[in-house]
């Protein structure tokens, strides 16, 4: 299996990959393996602070809310938090310090990033009536390489209202998407084979070239975009041309005309694989995860093979 970082990817948190000489069973056990096995940071557990406090100005504030804690803690798991696993954090069933202790007991340094947030709403003079809790407010008491990117900051958790307060520890553990989707880093997985787009019949292929249309990165689709062999084999050029033949397609009333005029081909034992990562890992790490848990689980049915058959 050959894998190549298709040109101009990855563009944010998402990527086409080309992964050839395979077949779609081996490609899909790739998409399984980022979907469920590469591991992630999440918030697993929340402690809130609850009652009735006084501040230093003598106003009363509650730890009641809008929404029922279950459900921010709920919204808290779903923050993506950076997972960088040259840190050395560990899973907590193979957390040396937390093994064989008792459940409440679990959880070290090794094992668990901590977080922490503080708000109230506003004070009883302030104009505003409620005030929105940000991921952004979220404080990190472990390593800044923890602390929420940037990016998901603006993530809203709940609003406050006068006199309410929110306050709680929560504890971000490695996990994997196949225990809870909190511990899946990527979203929109998916592959399809590779394809050539021919033009059959230039003539007739002037009612799609008419319209004007542009690939993504602006090139008009023409003539000249299918070079001297009247092919494309540019992977991005063929996925935008796949789109713009909707519009000379079956239903639109050109496609008399149009008469099939390019055609596609398919490029056996080749697959487009492209996804997102929900920004925990960066895309190509996710990727690579994904074959490293791939080649130990199949290292490990070897040697597994190899005592049984012994
Ligand atoms: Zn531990």
């Known amino acids: 299996m050959k894998t190549e970082i298709i040109e101009g990817w990855p563009q944010g948190h998402e990527i086409r990959i080309l992964v050839s000489d395979t077949d779609s069973s081996q490609v899909n056990a790739i998409r399984r393996a980022l979907i469920a096995d590469v591991p992630k940071l999440a918030i697993t557990r929340v402690d809130f602070s609850q009652g009735v406090t ?10 009641v809310n809008a929404l029922p804690d279950e459900v921010i803690a709920h919204r808290l798991a779903m923050i993506p938090i950076p997972t960088n696993l040259d840190e050395g954090l560990v899973f907590p069933e193979a957390c040396e310090n937390c093994r064989d202790v008792v459940e409440k007991d679990k959880g070290c340094p090794m094992c668990q990033v901590l977080y ?25 008491i472990s390593d800044p390489v923890f602390d929420i990117r940037e990016e998901h900051k603006q993530i809203p958790l709940t609003v406050l209202s006068k006199g309410q307060f929110l306050e709680f520890y929560a504890f971000a553990v490695l996990g994997r998407g196949r225990d809870h989707a909190k511990w899946s880093p990527v979203a929109a997985v998916g592959f399809r084979p590779q394809q050539i787009a ?29 070079g001297k062999d009247k092919k494309i084999t540019n992977i991005n050029h063929v996925m935008d041309l796949e789109k713009a033949l909707h519009q000379v397609g079956a239903g639109t009333g050109r496609d008399g005309d149009f008469d099939e005029a390019i055609t596609m081909e398919t490029v056996d034992g080749a697959f ?24 130990t689980r199949f290292d490990n049915l070897n040697e597994d093979l190899a005592s049984a058959l012994a």
């Open 116 to 140: 922490t947030l503080s708000a109230r709403g506003p004070s009883s003079d302030s104009e505003e009536e409620l005030k929105t809790v940000f991921a952004g407010d979220i404080t990190t």
């Open 272 to 295: 487009v694989f492209s996804f997102e990562t929900d920004g925990s890992l960066d895309p190509v790490t996710a990727f690579n995860m994904a074959l490293d848990e791939l080649s």
């Open 198 to 226: 021919v033009l059959e019949k230039p003539k007739k292929a002037k009612v799609l070239f008419d319209l004007g249309l542009t690939t993504t990165d602006g090139t008009p689709i023409d003539p000249k975009l299918f």
């Open 54 to 63: 006084q501040d230093n100005k003598g106003e009363v504030v509650e730890s």
